[in-house]
């Protein structure tokens, strides 16, 4: 029988969240905290992202810098960080069964904070059907291929999907030496910002094919080319080496389903109040598993505001109650999903279609609560929209739920 080994708080995930969480929450006084992470080298994401956009406007930095930063600060601050850990399932309310080099271990804590991420839909995932060649990727693959292990990727490649993701994977296609035949989206335009697009297609001469979608991959031991279906019907070939399907995130939430927590049908990750608590008592979520997929700014913003509430719920055991919180199409989910009147953290939410001059409504039982235009003139599926939380305190805890639409 395996021993249990306890600690005061136990955190899954070595990414920007959970390392935040973990630092805030050592540096505290919240006792033992421990971090695990399945993969050899703790960082997360920022890991094999190459590019900058990470840090602050006087401080930018790399991603592999920044996710050194992280690891440090957490260090540090009194927090063990345990990489080749892989948490395998629940073994109690609040205990976890873990296994790594060292063999099979039980650890119980106080309280869990599950930070596991996200990950893209890979090509099976997408049904896209063809033959099964070599120059298939995703993001993240490719980004570990080419700035992890130094692999040769191709010559010519595709980039499936025109967001923010998609376009640090075809400055990663360019990084190793290929070139870019063209990025695609099924949706009418871009979802990135202006500059970004226009830099792409007149720097460096990247075509973007909007309304268009793959339909199937061509080659037998290589790739050498993908099939598109375009608005109008017509299909065509591209002629490549290498593909990458980007975007389309969904969470890592298989620990939180297989300890029965509920699921936000939108987001597809744990439901969460404003305090990141989850269904459980004692298990609080932060990150991209609760909303795929934000920055690691975000992130790490959403591990250091859940470190304050599980500071409480180790020192009094409170749990807020909260109602819950619903959006209505064409906004596809909002995160967190639960709303209390002490909630102070901004709400993230998506939508499916593309919006112009958005404003949003938010009510209770017929009772309009907030009104707020937002930021952007044209608001764009896979882009993130923000939601202020200043009019939380006008819930009724007693009432029903609270809605969020768009005027």
């Given at each position: 029988m395996t021993a249990v080994r306890q600690v005061d708080v136990l955190v899954v995930g070595a990414g920007p969240a959970g390392l935040a969480a973990a630092a805030r929450l050592a540096a505290a006084g919240a006792g033992r905290v421990e971090v695990?992470?399945?993969?050899?080298?703790?960082?997360?994401?920022?890991?094999?992202?190459?590019?900058?956009g990470y840090g602050t406007l006087l401080h930018?930095?790399?991603?592999?810098?920044?996710?050194?930063?992280?690891?440090?600060?957490?260090?540090?601050?009194?927090?063990?960080?345990?990489?080749?850990v892989t948490a395998l399932d629940w073994a109690g309310p609040l205990s976890l069964r873990?296994?790594?080099?060292?063999?099979?271990?039980?650890?119980?804590?106080?309280?869990?904070?599950?930070?596991?991420?996200?990950?893209?839909?890979?090509?099976?995932?997408?049904?896209?059907?063809?033959?099964?060649?070599?120059?298939?990727?995703?993001?993240?693959?490719?980004?570990?291929a080419v700035h992890l292990y130094r692999q040769h990727i191709g010559t010519r490649a595709v980039v499936v999907g025109a967001e923010d993701v998609s376009y640090a994977a075809?400055?990663?296609?360019?990084?190793?030496?290929?070139?870019?035949v063209a990025m695609l989206t099924d949706l009418p335009c871009?979802?990135?910002?202006?500059?970004?697009?226009?830099?792409?297609?007149?720097?460096?001469?990247?075509?973007?094919?909007?309304?268009?979608?793959?339909?199937?991959?061509?080659?037998?031991?290589?790739?050498?080319?993908v099939r598109v279906r375009h608005r109008d019907g017509r299909t065509t070939t591209l002629a490549c080496d290498t593909v990458v399907f980007t975007?389309?995130?969904?969470?890592?939430?298989?620990?939180?389903?297989?300890?029965?927590?509920?699921?936000?049908?939108?987001?597809?990750?744990?439901a969460v109040d404003g305090t990141l608590h989850t269904s459980r008592p004692g298990v609080f979520a932060v990150g991209s598993v609760l909303h795929a997929v934000e920055s690691a700014a975000t992130a790490a913003r959403e591990g250091a505001h859940a470190a304050t509430a599980i500071?409480?719920?180790?020192?009094?055991?409170?749990?807020?109650?909260?109602?819950?919180?619903?959006?209505?199409?064409?906004?596809?989910?909002?995160?967190?999903?639960?709303v209390g009147p002490a909630d102070r953290t901004p709400y993230v939410l998506r939508t499916s279609a593309v919006l112009t001059r958005p404003v949003l409504h938010v009510t209770q039982n017929d009772r309009l609560l907030h009104a707020q235009p937002l930021r952007t003139r044209t608001a764009l599926p896979n882009r993130t929209l923000t939601l202020t939380a200043g009019w939380a305190r006008r819930v009724d805890p007693k009432g029903g739920p609270v809605r969020v639409t768009l005027a």
């Open positions: 695990l992470d399945r993969e050899r080298q703790a960082g997360g994401v920022p890991r094999h992202c190459a590019h900058g930018p930095l790399t991603g592999p810098e920044y996710a050194r930063l992280l690891v440090t600060a957490t260090e540090r601050a009194g927090a063990a960080v345990r990489t080749g873990t296994v790594s080099p060292g063999g099979p271990e039980t650890i119980s804590a106080r309280a869990v904070v599950l930070a596991t991420g996200a990950r893209e839909r890979p090509r099976a995932a997408r049904l896209v059907p063809g033959t099964r060649p070599a120059g298939v990727y995703t993001t993240g693959e490719l980004q570990q075809a400055a990663t296609v360019r990084a190793a030496g290929a070139s870019v871009a979802q990135t910002s202006e500059a970004r697009a226009l830099d792409a297609r007149l720097r460096h001469r990247i075509p973007l094919l909007t309304d268009t979608t793959v339909t199937e991959l061509v080659g037998h031991g290589r790739l050498s080319g975007g389309d995130f969904v969470p890592d939430h298989e620990l939180a389903r297989r300890g029965g927590l509920l699921l936000d049908p939108g987001t597809r990750g744990p500071q409480r719920w180790l020192e009094t055991g409170d749990r807020p109650d909260g109602v819950p919180l619903l959006v209505a199409p064409p906004l596809r989910w909002i995160a967190p999903n639960r």
